[in-house]
């Protein structure tokens, strides 16, 4: 098309600053709408514009205005489904509440008794398990190659660190990026799905779980995308296995949190509509009455619990990735929107001056024949 | 007296009201909790959950694995997912229980082992639950 040169030149005035963008395949045409919207004031269009034709600015001004319908849509079903999202997570707190709680109070029955648990397991590092959490669709700006970016940047970590590693990837972008690579080892590929639930937390505890159990890995990394509010999220890396007895949460640097402290902050990041709050709620503890009884010995009961909260704590990185793939795409959209409008306005107004400069043409050309008649 | 049962899973509560009596299938075997049952804590296998209701008919689901406490006539039971029987699709059930036996048979090694067998014991569940026979 004559014409799409010229219009790149105009809506994307600085497409270095976004190669995650640009690096996709998109069609031409479609490629610059998907550039973060440029604050600056539109080129004055070049000279360049006359080559092009009306009936080819028609058009494009057309196909410029279907896109913009669509991205319009995809940002709305976006906003729709973060919503949905945050539902999910209210429907799961009063079990997060309840899990807190008693695993709160066992600890602290437990906590004269030496409890050997295998979950909780500290051996010496040979092999970690990377579970990469990554979203099923593009079209959502960087998300998929933060988190990604983020799983290599560890990689490299462990590699210069000597440490083996294998990779559990979760999400279809994750799967194809890996796929591709077939040097990074791979120990299996699933998928989270539109609304993340127990059994795709499941699939993922039971594979990290006998991972850890029958001693292939020490260790399991949870690398996933935070919520943190709608225009920004942040990839972090949560070590997941061996869970530490007192339902404490630890970070990579070894930097530990109380759950009891951690559930509830996590869980209000999604508090409120369409802004967040995070505030950071202790759960209130009440104790058992002290005349309450193990049915069975300590052991098995925190063996029962421990299981519980691993999968909660899958669920709850998924839900919180989910999240942000939407509000990632929510912006991306609403940017590509932005620079549709921009786009078409500016076409528009090439495409009004040539019909008037044809115009003006055409009149002078009959008063030109007019006058030479006279 | 009366009791109060409350199941709840990481997405969503499945049970919140008061009945009349439950078996529940613990670690170490099934037991039945009436109403003023001692304060205890149990760790609940992959198994059934039987509820009787107030008008004494008798409900049936499948629990597949968790934590519960019971004490001050509130049963709290924590699980990692939860079906009453009404909801499950009896051929979808069996259907997966046939692909968990299959997946079991051919499991190498002691990881796959595991996997297929925890499968397998959910996936039986769940036919139970369908299956059960009322009484």
Redesign the interface.
């Given at each position: 098309m004559a014409c799409s040169n010229l219009a790149i030149t105009w809506a994307s005035p600085k497409p270095s600053d976004h190669d995650h963008l640009s690096s996709r395949a998109f069609l031409a045409p479609s490629r610059l709408l998907f550039a973060p919207a440029s604050a600056s004031s539109p080129r004055p269009p070049r000279s360049t514009a006359v080559y092009c034709g009306l009936r080819e600015l028609r058009d494009r001004i057309e196909s410029v205005k279907n896109t913009q319908k669509i991205t319009e849509a995809m940002k709305l079903v976006a906003a729709a489904k973060v919503r949905r999202a945050q539902e999910?997570v209210v429907?799961?707190r009063?079990?997060?509440e309840?899990?807190v709680e008693?695993l709160y109070n066992?600890n602290e029955q437990l906590q004269t008794e030496d409890v050997d648990v295998p979950l909780t397991r500290v051996r010496p590092v040979r092999k970690i398990a990377l579970v990469v959490v990554t979203g099923d669709r593009g079209l959502c700006g960087g998300y998929n190659n933060y988190i990604i970016k983020k799983a290599e940047q560890r990689m490299a970590e462990l590699s210069t660190l000597g440490i083996a590693y294998t990779v559990i990837s979760v999400g279809k972008k994750g799967n194809t990026y890996f796929q591709r690579r077939p040097y990074i080892p791979v120990d299996r590929f699933l998928e989270a799905g539109n609304l993340p639930?127990?059994?795709e937390?499941?699939a993922i505890a039971?594979?990290v779980?006998?991972?850890f159990?029958?001693e292939?890995v020490d260790k399991v990394e949870l690398l996933y995308t935070k919520f943190v509010s709608l225009v920004k999220s942040d990839p972090v890396i949560h070590t997941l296995l061996p869970l530490s007895p007192k339902g404490e949460i630890c970070d990579v640097n070894g930097v530990c949190v109380d759950a009891a402290e951690d559930e509830l902050f996590r869980l209000t990041t999604k508090e409120g509509k369409l802004t967040v709050e995070r505030e950071m709620v202790r759960t209130p503890t009440p104790s058992?009455?002290p005349?309450?009884?193990?049915?069975?010995d300590p052991v098995?009961?925190l063996?029962?619990?421990l299981?519980?909260y691993l999968?909660?704590q899958i669920?709850r990185a998924l839900q919180e990735s989910l999240a942000s793939e939407l509000a990632a795409r929510m912006t991306a959209m609403s940017n590509a929107t932005d620079n549709a409008v921009e786009l078409k306005r500016n076409l528009s107004m090439v495409y009004n001056r040539q019909r008037q400069a044809k115009i003006t043409g055409e009149i002078l050309e009959i008063v030109a024949g007019a006058e030479a008649l006279t | 007296m009366t009791l109060n049962l409350c199941v709840l899973t990481p997405n969503r509560i499945i049970w919140d009201s008061e009945v009349k009596e439950i078996i529940l299938s613990t670690n170490s075997g099934q037991i039945g909790v009436l109403p003023n049952h001692a304060p205890i804590a149990t760790a609940v296998d992959i198994g059934l959950l039987r509820i009787r209701l107030n008008n004494d008919q008798w409900l049936t689901a499948a629990l597949m694995g968790g934590f519960a406490r019971i004490g001050n006539n509130e049963i709290t039971i924590l699980g990692n997912d939860a079906e009453i029987s009404t909801d499950i699709n009896p051929q979808e059930a069996q259907q997966a229980l046939e692909i968990a036996e299959a997946n079991l048979s051919r499991a190498e090694g002691k990881r796959q082992a595991i996997e297929a067998n925890l499968a397998l014991r959910r996936a039986r569940t769940r036919v139970e639950a369908v299956n059960v026979i009322s009484y």
């Amino acid at each position: 098309m004559a014409c799409s040169n010229l219009a790149i030149t105009w809506a994307s005035p600085k497409p270095s600053d976004h190669d995650h963008l640009s690096s996709r395949a998109f069609l031409a045409p479609s490629r610059l709408l998907f550039a973060p919207a440029s604050a600056s004031s539109p080129r004055p269009p070049r000279s360049t514009a006359v080559y092009c034709g009306l009936r080819e600015l028609r058009d494009r001004i057309e196909s410029v205005k279907n896109t913009q319908k669509i991205t319009e849509a995809m940002k709305l079903v976006a906003a729709a489904k973060v919503r949905r999202a945050q539902e999910a997570v209210v429907s799961g707190r009063p079990f997060s509440e309840s899990l807190v709680e008693v695993l709160y109070n066992i600890n602290e029955q437990l906590q004269t008794e030496d409890v050997d648990v295998p979950l909780t397991r500290v051996r010496p590092v040979r092999k970690i398990a990377l579970v990469v959490v990554t979203g099923d669709r593009g079209l959502c700006g960087g998300y998929n190659n933060y988190i990604i970016k983020k799983a290599e940047q560890r990689m490299a970590e462990l590699s210069t660190l000597g440490i083996a590693y294998t990779v559990i990837s979760v999400g279809k972008k994750g799967n194809t990026y890996f796929q591709r690579r077939p040097y990074i080892p791979v120990d299996r590929f699933l998928e989270a799905g539109n609304l993340p639930t127990t059994k795709e937390a499941q699939a993922i505890a039971d594979d990290v779980f006998s991972l850890f159990v029958s001693e292939d890995v020490d260790k399991v990394e949870l690398l996933y995308t935070k919520f943190v509010s709608l225009v920004k999220s942040d990839p972090v890396i949560h070590t997941l296995l061996p869970l530490s007895p007192k339902g404490e949460i630890c970070d990579v640097n070894g930097v530990c949190v109380d759950a009891a402290e951690d559930e509830l902050f996590r869980l209000t990041t999604k508090e409120g509509k369409l802004t967040v709050e995070r505030e950071m709620v202790r759960t209130p503890t009440p104790s058992f009455s002290p005349i309450l009884q193990f049915e069975q010995d300590p052991v098995q009961i925190l063996d029962a619990l421990l299981p519980l909260y691993l999968n909660s704590q899958i669920l709850r990185a998924l839900q919180e990735s989910l999240a942000s793939e939407l509000a990632a795409r929510m912006t991306a959209m609403s940017n590509a929107t932005d620079n549709a409008v921009e786009l078409k306005r500016n076409l528009s107004m090439v495409y009004n001056r040539q019909r008037q400069a044809k115009i003006t043409g055409e009149i002078l050309e009959i008063v030109a024949g007019a006058e030479a008649l006279t | 007296m009366t009791l109060n049962l409350c199941v709840l899973t990481p997405n969503r509560i499945i049970w919140d009201s008061e009945v009349k009596e439950i078996i529940l299938s613990t670690n170490s075997g099934q037991i039945g909790v009436l109403p003023n049952h001692a304060p205890i804590a149990t760790a609940v296998d992959i198994g059934l959950l039987r509820i009787r209701l107030n008008n004494d008919q008798w409900l049936t689901a499948a629990l597949m694995g968790g934590f519960a406490r019971i004490g001050n006539n509130e049963i709290t039971i924590l699980g990692n997912d939860a079906e009453i029987s009404t909801d499950i699709n009896p051929q979808e059930a069996q259907q997966a229980l046939e692909i968990a036996e299959a997946n079991l048979s051919r499991a190498e090694g002691k990881r796959q082992a595991i996997e297929a067998n925890l499968a397998l014991r959910r996936a039986r569940t769940r036919v139970e639950a369908v299956n059960v026979i009322s009484y």
